[in-house]
Every structure is written in structure tokens, then in C-alpha cells.
């Protein structure tokens, strides 16, 4: 792509911006202080970490001449002698303001019930082995939440293996690996054969854990289907037709608690989570976890009735998915958006045994930002 410059006009004295008219007709401003604070000598070389003190320059710095060719854009401040030039293109790229503002919405796409027959399935020997079928799949991940692997081996390292394709596994009061099982004198839930609502893991963690991975190892007992919400969904829909609940639901923080002999971790969150521009971008919803409610008396029953209108939308037939693993399989899911639990099943029926770890959202974004860069440039 080309980045050509027509003119830079400098905005009067209040805006204390210049604006760019860039030769394909688009328009873009940027405020001194902006520019100021990202020359590029600001940077070191190797860590390309800034080191520049914003402080030693004023509030009122300003260009005392501004000239531009086909690839940069120089200025030279009104303080300090300093000069900056500009690539053109990454000026363009960074451009925040006018035609050039950056869509600021999500890659993630929702679903409901009918996409039980579209979720993406991956093989075990391409991810393991092929980057770009790694891409893919992480692509894929990254904008439904859920996913299947198969032809996973049948050893207790492989699910560690292919999350360690992505990053390294995120540690918990469970371990680093985990064996869902029926156990006598269960800590968890999980740990047992009944029915396990839905929920997301480890609310009670002040960040609870990003993607779930979990490889079947056997299922061969009666009952024991997986289900599967996306919560993204039932908030969008939620916030279309009960915008008051949902806003008090994105505003109250409530208590978590998991509590044994050897641990106590609590936390408070609000059950939805929106970021900076408004984007649904998570769910911490875990009722058996959730501790006794402590918000204020004004808007302690307002809570309830929202609290329990999403426990509806979440049972609703029109959300759910059910899937039933075999060995050889392993779900993976984005744990702070698509919610899990299981049908109830029958341990004396036969073996069920699931092995499981998380990997964060951080490490994973990571891995397919470069994953994505070295692909497009090979």
C-alpha cells in the first residue's frame, strides 16, 4: 500500500494538533503531545521499550516547522531543539482519529444451539507439528471460544504437549495438569459424577485462568455428555432486551470462594465484563463458588432479580450445545467466555477420565500475533 501525504495543516491553538491529508483522500489528526511522546527515538534499539520522560516536555509544545516527502513526516519542536521524523506508514497505521479511526470492535463471533454441527475440528498431528495449522486453529479459537482436537494420543502428556504449542500452562491450587475423575472425598465438584452446572473455572482467582484444555482419556460410562453456552451470546442478547440488568450485572462485583484444607482464595468481579470500548469480552459466572453476596442494601434485590434472569438465559434450550467426547478428544475452550459443565453419568457403567490445563488469554494473544506476523512474512 502506498502512504502519500497532500498537506499537514496545523489546528489552531486550542486543538493543539496537526491534521494530515493523506493523497488518497482520507483525513487524520494527531495531538502534538502524541507525537512528542512517540518519536521514534524515544525508543531503545533493542528492547524497543520507551524511555522518554513525558514530563520534560510542556503541556504546550508545538511544532515550529512541520515538511514531509514520499516517506516521512519531520517536525521540529518548539522545545528542546529536538526533530522527529515519521514514517508515513506507520503514521497511517496508527492513526486514531477521523477516516483512519480503528475499528475498535472484537474478533469474536458468537453462537447458539445449531452450532453444535459447525464446531471447528482440528487434527492433533498438524497442530503438533505445522505452524500454520496451528494458526488456524488458534484463529479459529480465537473467534468462536470452542473447539476439538482429535486424534489426541492416548498419554497423560499430550494434553501439555499441544497447549505448550501455544505458551506455558498456567499453575493453580490444582496443579499445572489436572485429572477430572470421580474421587472419593472430592474438593471440587468436577471431582464427582453428578450433574455439573454450568459455569466458568476458578472464579475465585483474582484473573481466573484464559483457555481450557481438556483431553479425553476415556468415556465410557453412561451419561457424562459435555454442554457447552456461549455466554457471549446470551449477554448480547441480554443487553438488547434488559439493559438495566445487564449494566447492574457489569457493575456490581460479587464474592468467589474455594476453600479446602490447604487453600482459601477469594476474589470479587463483576460477572460481566466489558473493555474500554465497550466490547462484551467476558464472563466469570460460577455459582457454587460465589460466596455471600455483600453489595449495598439499595440495590441488593435489583441484583437478585438481574442475577437470576441470566441463571434463566443460561438453562434456556436455545443456547446450549451437548457434546459427547470419546477418547482420542479434547475440547478447548476460551474459559472466560464460553461456559462448560456435564450431564450426570454413572461411574460403576464404566472409565471416565478427562486431563486437563489452562493456558492465559495474555500468552495466547501473544503466540497468535506472532504466529500470524511470521506466516505473513515467510
Given at each position: 500500500m502506498s502512504y502519500k501525504l497532500e498537506k499537514v495543516e496545523l489546528l489552531d491553538s486550542k486543538k493543539k494538533a496537526l491534521k494530515t491529508f493523506w493523497a488518497n483522500g482520507k483525513t487524520s489528526s494527531f495531538h502534538y503531545l502524541w507525537l512528542r511522546d512517540n518519536c521514534p527515538t524515544n525508543f531503545h534499539p533493542d528492547t524497543k521499550e520507551s524511555f522518554f520522560d513525558l514530563l520534560s516536555v510542556s503541556e504546550n509544545i508545538h511544532p515550529k516547522n512541520v515538511d514531509f516527502d514520499n516517506e516521512n513526516l519531520n517536525i521540529d519542536w518548539s522545545e528542546g531543539e529536538h526533530r522527529s521524523t515519521f514514517s508515513l506508514a506507520w503514521l497511517y497505521e496508527h492513526a486514531y482519529s477521523g477516516d483512519l479511526q480503528k475499528d475498535q470492535s472484537t474478533s469474536y463471533v458468537s453462537w447458539s444451539k445449531d452450532f453444535a454441527d459447525k464446531v471447528p475440528r482440528v487434527d492433533?498431528?498438524?497442530?503438533?507439528?505445522?505452524?500454520?495449522?496451528?494458526?488456524?486453529?488458534?484463529?479459529?479459537?480465537?473467534?468462536?471460544?470452542?473447539?476439538?482436537?482429535?486424534?489426541?494420543?492416548?498419554t497423560e502428556e499430550a494434553v501439555s504437549d499441544t497447549a505448550s504449542r501455544i505458551s506455558f500452562l498456567r499453575k493453580t491450587n490444582f496443579g499445572t495438569t489436572f485429572d477430572v475423575q470421580s474421587k472419593p472425598k472430592p474438593i471440587n465438584l468436577a471431582y464427582t459424577a453428578m450433574a455439573l452446572p454450568l459455569h466458568t473455572d476458578l472464579c475465585n482467582q483474582e484473573l481466573p485462568p484464559g483457555y481450557q484444555f481438556l483431553h479425553c482419556l476415556a468415556n465410557d460410562s453412561e451419561g457424562g455428555e459435555s454442554i457447552y453456552v456461549d455466554s457471549l451470546r446470551v449477554m448480547e442478547d441480554m443487553r438488547k432486551d434488559?439493559?438495566?440488568?445487564?449494566?447492574?450485572?457489569?457493575?456490581?462485583?460479587?464474592p468467589f470462594r474455594f476453600h479446602d484444607d490447604s487453600c482459601d482464595i477469594r476474589h470479587h468481579h463483576t460477572i460481566i465484563n466489558l473493555d474500554s470500548f465497550g466490547n462484551i469480552i467476558e464472563l466469570k459466572y460460577n455459582d457454587h463458588l460465589a460466596d455471600v453476596f455483600d453489595m449495598s442494601e439499595d440495590i441488593m434485590y435489583d441484583f437478585y432479580l438481574a442475577y437470576r434472569d441470566l441463571m434463566r438465559r443460561f438453562k434456556g434450550p436455545d443456547y446450549k450445545i451437548k457434546l459427547k467426547l470419546n477418547a482420542g478428544d479434547m475440547?478447548?475452550?476460551?474459559?472466560?467466555?464460553?461456559?462448560?459443565?456435564?450431564?450426570?453419568?454413572k461411574p460403576n457403567t464404566g472409565r471416565r477420565h478427562l486431563r486437563g490445563c489452562y493456558v492465559d488469554r495474555s500468552e495466547f494473544e501473544s503466540r497468535l500475533r506472532v504466529l500470524a506476523k511470521s506466516t505473513s512474512n515467510a
Open positions: 492433533y498431528n498438524k497442530v503438533i507439528s505445522d505452524d500454520s495449522a496451528l494458526l488456524d486453529w488458534m484463529q479459529a479459537l480465537d473467534k468462536f471460544g470452542l473447539t476439538i482436537v482429535e486424534n489426541m494420543p492416548d434488559a439493559p438495566e440488568k445487564f449494566q447492574l450485572l457489569a457493575e456490581t462485583a460479587i475440547a478447548v475452550f476460551d474459559n472466560r467466555r464460553v461456559m462448560h459443565g456435564r450431564d450426570e453419568f
